[in-house]
């Protein structure tokens, strides 16, 4: 029988070496998109599909991560005695949630890092959301995935197309077409060069995953890179049981990358009240600037 997905695990413990030096000691995750964290928009993305724990794999110099979802005393004081209502709302909003922190002893791959929460997951499917592939917040992906879990009572791969010329920086899928935007996948290559590449059709960071991942992960050695990946234990996963991949077609943004994070940060910000009208004239100004 299927089970209800309640938790999430955040891999957060890799070494961000593409903004360096800003994460030279302080962690990636933490990296500002307007005015929250990075990782704090998958929390409330996975929040909003009813997700009730949450297990962070941290590594070191993240430390900030835990300080940052914890309740802040002194903070939560000092707004209450200025009256600041809406900010204290807004540093409190996530207090009730469960965290759970794991430390990942070296950054040795994706997969390694989900097989540290087993202790923590034991029997149940969970969900794995990668806090630097930001989700457009006015869509709909995650709990689409938890539905179609539900339905096909099998692993569901959050799947996007790539430009072809991208495709060696992602896990590529190889499937048929199911139903509409759902595939059943019958390969997977974890960053295949460009003339080895399956399809256009790559993972993008959210999965929901059935526990018996974690003996796979068990059994298998370093791939590519040297590391432990995901795609290779769900290649593995793929002969025991279906795997299915849904095409996502909304906005995504590699936030892992700098190109990525500005385009996100800029779009974002639109949608930001408090920030939305100057930053769309100063666009303009820009955009004006720069064609002269
Ligand atoms: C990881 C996975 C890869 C997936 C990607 C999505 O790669 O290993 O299969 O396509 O996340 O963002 P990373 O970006 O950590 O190199």
Known sequence: MEKKIRKAILPAGGLGTRFLPATKA???EMLPIVDKPMIQYAIEE??????????IITGKYK???????????????NL?????????????????????????????????????????VKDEPFAVLLSDDIIDPDT?????MINLYKEFNSPILALQQVP???????????GIREKGNVYRINNLVEKPRLTDAPS?????GRYILTPDIFEILEGIGPGKGGEIQLTDALCGLLKKRPIYGYLFTGKRYDAGDKIGYLKATIDLSLKNSQVSEQLKKYIIEVAARLKN
Do not use: W
């Open 140 to 144: 709909v992906l995650l709990q689409h």
């Open 80 to 120: 209450k005695r200025t009256g600041k209502k809406r900010l204290l709302e807004e540093i409190s909003r996530l207090n009730h949630l469960n965290f759970a922190y794991i430390r990942q002893k070296a950054a040795i791959g994706l997969g390694h890092a989900i097989h540290c929460a087993k202790p923590f």
């Open 26 to 28: 302080s962690p990636k």
């Open 200 to 204: 256009d059709m790559a993972i993008i």
């Open 164 to 174: 072809i010329p991208d495709i060696n920086k992602y896990g590529v899928i190889e």
């Open 63 to 77: 430390r900030a991560i835990e300080d940052h979802f914890d309740s802040a005393f002194e903070l939560e004081e």
């Open 46 to 55: 996975a929040r909003a599909c009813g997700i009730e724990e949450f297990i």
